[in-house]
């Protein structure tokens, strides 16, 4: 790897700015409201951040996406699509703070937690090897905890972050349990190398790599909130502040998917393709328990909580397809950057309704459109494309996951099952988001006073509205973008001679 | 005591403790002694392991490990604070305002 790859300079330029923060805030002479500076400062390195990749995304320095790298991180395509998709959520996540962390304490902490957090995301996506992912992995985490406790009066806040703490812990426990068992079974930590030499492992160690699998799927599923493990997440993502909600939503379950491609999809490969028909079940598991559980909740954030696991089912239908189709993993791609600006912009939606009427009931929301339009038409057009209505990009994403899984099917029999229980999932969907916006758009509310809405709010929230019909009308580009990220998994027939045959 | 079974057979009874202690107690701050105990499991694993192979990557894990779940504790240390001031307990059975 050169010195300058963009996981370095991601990690120096971040990890300076979200160093540097709380020290200027120390040195200041004068208390004050800060938060804008703080702000300012924080989305300016995020933008730059997002620049350097691009451009050397365009200028061909990030690598075709690579399978195995042999150092630690690779600076491929995979890891840079991931970390715009992660940023675009920071960015939208700290620019809404500049409403939401007003008048509130510690904000220096606050925006370097949140660049801190951004960076380990990223850095999960570029590794290439176990002992990287888990450090970058805790990097992600850590700062997550501290942020969803960071309403130090609200017991709600507090709740949330124990909660969340404990399911957390418990998964990196896991995680290095899973490691020990694959650097016991191979000898080295590199994910390629690992994945090569289980080919050839002892007939008697099987069960063992296999059990390693098991707690992989266990630890990246606790915060990819897939359904055994999915108990903490409804309770974090709606007790911790809105915009840390929309952090851990669309962020660190974006990152948690990264890790499981990096580590699972490939290690399916290796070991039995029967680990597939396992991920399929819990797809299926996973968007229907998160639908059902979203139809009976009252609170707003809640419901964005249990949609977030239904989302995270339809992500996987692309998992547990990818070693028989090609679209498979790039429609996952596309639908893990789509549903990452959905649910981020469903959010902030939330988090301006917070601000203005201090409530999360959906009682509150009852003639919203009246209160708060524009607020209420990004959040009804979130919640359209998190429903999947065509023209919004959400549908584009969904569509090509459920092509995807029916071309299957002269390949595998379960296949067109799985876009059959995701389109019933869309239809129930629908049922809670139109729900929320039958009580914005048609009910009346006993105070019709107009409200001021959050300027800086509204600004994240027409960026989000762009993206979605934009990339909705011209979907092209992400899901090229998307398709070249994926890691070309018939390569690997080279690597590994006993390669299933397609 | 020295091949690398017992050292696995540790580990798993180690596990088990943790996953016990886990599910059974109620007290904040023993869930947590109960997760260090399956990451110190999970250590002790990596460290046999390493003596098995011959190489060292599974110690310097091991550290890596241990440098992190000694700041994972320290976090969360901070948050039991704060809710043992917001409620005057630190019994998870008294965190249930969030629910369904």
């Given at each position: 790897?050169?010195?300058?790859s963009?996981?370095?300079?991601?990690?120096?330029?971040?990890?300076?700015?979200?160093?540097a923060?709380?020290?200027?805030?120390?040195?200041?002479?004068?208390?004050?409201?800060?938060?804008?500076?703080?702000?300012?400062?924080?989305?300016?390195a995020?933008?730059?951040?997002?620049?350097?990749?691009?451009?050397?995304?365009?200028?061909?320095?990030?690598?075709?996406?690579?399978?195995?790298?042999?150092?630690?991180?690779?600076?491929?395509?995979f890891?840079?699509?991931?970390?715009?998709?992660?940023?675009?959520?920071?960015?939208?996540?700290?620019?809404?703070?500049?409403?939401?962390?007003?008048?509130?304490?510690?904000p220096?902490?606050?925006?370097?937690?949140?660049?801190?957090?951004?960076?380990?995301?990223?850095?999960i996506?570029?590794?290439?090897?176990?002992?990287?992912?888990?450090v970058?992995?805790?990097?992600?985490?850590?700062?997550?905890?501290?942020?969803a406790?960071?309403?130090?009066?609200?017991?709600?806040?507090?709740e949330?972050?124990?909660?969340?703490?404990?399911?957390?812990?418990?998964?990196?426990?896991?995680l290095?349990?899973a490691?020990?068992?694959?650097?016991g079974?191979?000898g080295?930590?590199?994910?390629?190398?690992a994945?090569?030499?289980?080919?050839?492992?002892?007939?008697?160690?099987?069960?063992?790599?296999?059990?390693?699998?098991?707690?992989?799927?266990?630890?990246?599923?606790?915060?990819?909130?897939?359904?055994?493990?999915?108990?903490?997440?409804?309770?974090?993502?709606?007790?911790?502040?809105?915009?840390i909600?929309?952090?851990?939503?669309?962020?660190?379950?974006?990152?948690?998917?990264?890790?499981a491609?990096?580590?699972?999809?490939?290690?399916?490969?290796?070991?039995?393709?029967?680990?597939?028909?396992?991920?399929?079940?819990?797809?299926?598991?996973?968007?229907?328990?998160?639908?059902?559980g979203?139809?009976?909740?009252?609170?707003?954030?809640?419901?964005?909580?249990?949609?977030?696991i239904?989302?995270?089912?339809?992500?996987?239908?692309?998992?547990?397809?990818?070693?028989y189709?090609?679209?498979?993993?790039?429609?996952s791609l596309?639908?893990?950057?789509?549903?990452?600006?959905?649910?981020?912009?469903?959010?902030i939606?939330?988090?301006?309704?917070?601000i203005?009427?201090?409530?999360?009931?959906?009682?509150?929301?009852?003639?919203?459109?009246?209160?708060?339009?524009?607020?209420?038409i990004?959040?009804?057009?979130?919640?359209?494309?998190?429903?999947?209505?065509p023209?919004l990009?959400?549908?584009?994403?969904?569509?090509?996951?459920?092509?995807?899984?029916?071309?299957?099917?002269?390949?595998?029999?379960?296949g067109?099952?799985?876009?059959?229980?995701?389109?019933?999932?869309?239809?129930?969907?629908?049922?809670?988001?139109?729900?929320?916006?039958?009580?914005?758009?048609?009910?009346?509310?006993?105070?019709?006073?107009?409200?001021?809405e959050?300027?800086?709010?509204?600004?994240?929230?027409?960026?989000?509205?762009?993206?979605?019909?934009?990339?909705?009308?011209?979907?092209?580009?992400?899901?090229?973008?998307?398709?070249?990220?994926?890691?070309?998994?018939?390569?690997?027939?080279?690597?590994?001679?006993?390669?299933?045959?397609? | 005591?020295?091949?690398?079974?017992?050292?696995?057979?540790?580990?798993?009874?180690?596990?088990?403790?943790?996953?016990?202690?886990?599910?059974?107690?109620?007290?904040?701050?023993?869930?947590?002694?109960?997760?260090?105990?399956?990451?110190?499991?999970?250590?002790?694993?990596?460290?046999?392991?390493?003596?098995?192979?011959?190489?060292?990557?599974?110690?310097?894990?091991?550290?890596?490990?241990?440098?992190?779940?000694?700041?994972?504790?320290?976090?969360?240390?901070?948050?039991?604070?704060?809710?043992?001031?917001?409620?005057?307990?630190?019994?998870?059975?008294?965190?249930?305002?969030?629910?369904?």
């Amino acid at each position: 790897m050169e010195f300058f790859s963009t996981p370095l300079l991601v990690t120096v330029i971040l990890g300076a700015v979200g160093l540097a923060i709380p020290i200027i805030d120390a040195l200041k002479k004068e208390r004050g409201d800060n938060n804008r500076l703080y702000c300012g400062i924080s989305v300016v390195a995020i933008i730059l951040v997002i620049g350097i990749i691009i451009f050397r995304i365009l200028f061909g320095e990030s690598i075709p996406t690579i399978e195995f790298g042999k150092s630690m991180l690779a600076d491929d395509m995979f890891g840079s699509f991931f970390a715009i998709t992660l940023l675009i959520v920071s960015i939208m996540v700290t620019a809404s703070s500049w409403d939401y962390m007003k008048n509130k304490t510690n904000p220096a902490a606050y925006y370097s937690l949140i660049l801190l957090s951004s960076i380990g995301m990223i850095l999960i996506a570029y590794s290439t090897d176990l002992v990287m992912l888990l450090v970058a992995w805790e990097l992600m985490s850590i700062p997550t905890y501290a942020l969803a406790a960071f309403s130090k009066r609200d017991p709600i806040s507090n709740e949330a972050a124990i909660k969340y703490f404990l399911f957390g812990a418990l998964s990196s426990a896991i995680l290095v349990l899973a490691i020990g068992l694959v650097y016991g079974v191979t000898g080295t930590t590199n994910i390629g190398e690992a994945i090569v030499s289980m080919v050839n492992v002892q007939k008697d160690l099987i069960p063992v790599t296999l059990l390693a699998l098991a707690l992989f799927i266990a630890g990246f599923g606790f915060k990819m909130g897939l359904v055994p493990f999915h108990m903490w997440l409804p309770d974090a993502y709606e007790g911790a502040p809105t915009t840390i909600g929309a952090l851990l939503a669309a962020g660190t379950k974006k990152a948690g998917f990264a890790a499981a491609i990096r580590v699972i999809v490939l290690a399916t490969f290796v070991l039995h393709l029967d680990w597939a028909t396992a991920l399929a079940v819990i797809a299926v598991f996973t968007m229907t328990l998160g639908n059902l559980g979203a139809l009976v909740q009252k609170s707003v954030p809640r419901i964005l909580a249990y949609s977030s696991i239904a989302q995270a089912g339809y992500i996987m239908i692309g998992l547990a397809l990818a070693p028989y189709s090609d679209q498979a993993l790039g429609g996952s791609l596309f639908h893990i950057i789509n549903h990452a600006v959905m649910k981020s912009a469903a959010f902030i939606a939330v988090a301006a309704v917070a601000i203005t009427l201090a409530s999360y009931s959906i009682e509150k929301y009852r003639g919203l459109a009246k209160r708060m339009p524009l607020t209420a038409i990004a959040l009804s057009i979130s919640l359209l494309a998190l429903a999947g209505v065509p023209p919004l990009n959400g549908f584009w994403s969904k569509l090509v996951l459920f092509n995807a899984a029916i071309v299957t099917g002269p390949e595998i029999w379960w296949g067109p099952y799985l876009a059959i229980a995701g389109v019933l999932n869309s239809a129930l969907s629908l049922g809670y988001y139109a729900w929320i916006m039958r009580k914005m758009y048609m009910e009346e509310s006993p105070d019709t006073t107009k409200v001021k809405e959050p300027r800086a709010i509204l600004a994240v929230l027409i960026f989000s509205v762009i993206f979605m019909v934009g990339f909705g009308i011209w979907h092209a580009p992400i899901l090229d973008f998307a398709t070249n990220s994926v890691p070309n998994l018939s390569q690997l027939t080279a690597v590994l001679p006993s390669f299933p045959t397609r | 005591m020295n091949q690398l079974i017992d050292f696995v057979l540790v580990t798993v009874v180690l596990f088990s403790i943790g996953i016990y202690g886990l599910v059974v107690k109620r007290n904040a701050i023993r869930m947590i002694f109960s997760i260090e105990i399956i990451a110190n499991a999970a250590n002790l694993n990596l460290i046999a392991f390493s003596r098995h192979v011959h190489n060292v990557e599974g110690q310097v894990f091991a550290l890596f490990s241990i440098a992190i779940a000694a700041a994972e504790v320290a976090v969360a240390l901070g948050i039991i604070i704060i809710a043992y001031r917001l409620y005057k307990e630190i019994d998870v059975h008294e965190f249930r305002s969030l629910k369904g």
